[in-house]
């Protein structure tokens, strides 16, 4: 599964695609897609920290229909001081192999950037001492995008103890983030 062709069927399975094995049919590569997901990717089940100004819009541009707003008042040297986070209600056992695939447009950037790198995208510990999983940059401009990063689970995790951060004070900024969704490729 790669970039575009993760869209394509994430797309699928938001729009309504029917699960076959539901239907007594085999299963398809989108049905067993949709039984990877391990997060929840709804935008309205997201926890923004560090800012009060975040909302929930839509935008017919972007998968689902919907995005969160946030708006980083400027840059700070604890990046996760404006973060935005996905919780994960699914268990992962050692060695899984996660992908984390989310959404995201830069709606206005600092003194008029056309780009901003968001460094921090990553699955991690949902409580202190926080520490990632994996973690990996991405580069979001005027339009949606989706970016992926990917890594392993380094032990067996149970549902709730993980969750996406997504870290936003990295400049003075108004990011929209759309689905978010950690899928989990087995062993």
Sequence with gaps: MQGKCAAIL??????GAPAAAAQGQPASEVDDLVNRIISVPVP???RVDGVRNARVRSDDRVQGGKAL?????????QAWSVAVAVP??????????????????????EDGAAS???PYNAVQLAREPY????????????EWQMHEVRGRADRAFAAGD???SIHLATARQTVDIGPV???NMGQ
């Design 162 to 164: 993980l969750n996406v």
């Design 181 to 183: 969704f950690v899928l």
């Design 131 to 142: 520490t990632a999983l994996f973690s990996g940059p991405a580069t979001i401009g005027p």
């Design 44 to 46: 309205s089940e997201y």
């Design 116 to 118: 901003a790198t968001l």
């Design 69 to 77: 707003r946030v708006q980083a008042p400027g840059r700070s040297e």
């Design 88 to 109: 994960i209600n699914r268990p992962v056992q050692a060695g899984d192999n996660l992908v984390l695939a989310f959404w995201a447009r830069l709606e206005r950037g």
């Design 10 to 15: 994430l797309f699928a399975c938001l729009a």
